[in-house]
């Protein structure tokens, strides 16, 4: 990626690609492009991380954050993480339970309701925002904001080094021995890394933070992580898009 050094990472799954679209949104200051050619440019410079394109602002997953939310079912504490998604499995689940299938990407509550209320945007305008911020393609196809409370220990960053109480990543695997990397997770990134960005078409930083391509300069977007498939997780609430960012 490139990052210009004057300047200053859910959906639920990452499978995205783009299509056609000829909807146009950019923050104020900054020119609006073609969503398609923008998304693009993301996943070329995206799929080479660079070391002054490190974040040290990455959000930590501490109990000690005041702007977490936290629970303790009597036995395990739980974080309250978001996916925006179009998946309607968690809808009757409210309340409930339930054991994910498959990796779920995530965001620190209430970060990205935080960061869409302050846009003043409505309808398609913030939908594509929030495209925009969160990495996805043009034409992803999102309706529904879905809290869910995780285990710590059930989360990891999508980076080389996936632990989640500190404040940045780094390009490649640590070598200190305090600092091993599973076997697991290692084939889990390599795997992902030789599709995310031709075959998956994906803005994947591998830097902990999603790639927001309305502002090329300084694309640092939300922390990101993942919820491992086979966690138990309890469904908090299910919120439509435009409702959840009143």
């Known amino acids: 990626m490139r990052i210009k050094t004057s300047l200053l990472l859910l959906s639920a799954c990452i499978g995205l690609s783009a299509c056609a679209t000829t909807e146009t949104y950019a923050p104020a200051g900054i020119p609006q492009v073609n969503p398609n050619a923008a998304y693009q440019a993301a996943i070329d410079d995206a799929r080479v991380a660079e070391a002054h394109e490190i974040s040290r602002s990455l959000i930590a997953i501490r109990k ?41 990407w995530l965001t620190v509550a209430p970060h990205v309701k935080d960061f869409c209320q302050a846009q003043k945007l409505q309808g398609s305008a913030l939908t594509l925002r929030l495209k925009q911020r969160l990495g996805l393609a043009p034409g992803a196809n999102r309706t529904r904001f879905v809290e869910l409370w995780v285990k710590p220990g059930d989360l990891f960053r999508p980076t080389p080094d996936p632990e989640i109480n500190d404040h940045e990543a780094s ?9 091993s990397v599973s076997a697991a997770h290692r084939n889990w990134f390599d795997t992902l890394k030789t599709i995310a960005y031709d075959k998956g078409r994906r803005t994947w930083t591998r830097l902990g933070y999603t790639y ?4 090329p300069a300084y694309p640092v977007g939300e922390s990101q992580f993942v919820a491992r498939a086979g966690s138990v997780v309890s469904v908090h609430s299910v919120t439509p898009t435009q409702d959840y960012c009143r």
């Open 212 to 215: 927001d391509w309305a502002n």
């Open 171 to 179: 390009l490649d695997y640590p070598d200190s021995p305090r600092s």
């Open 64 to 104: 000690s954050d005041p702007s977490q939310f936290w629970s303790n079912d009597g036995v395990d504490d739980h974080v309250l993480m978001v996916a925006w998604t179009n998946w309607v499995g968690f809808d009757p689940a409210i309340g409930e339970s339930i054991t994910l299938n498959n990796d779920v």
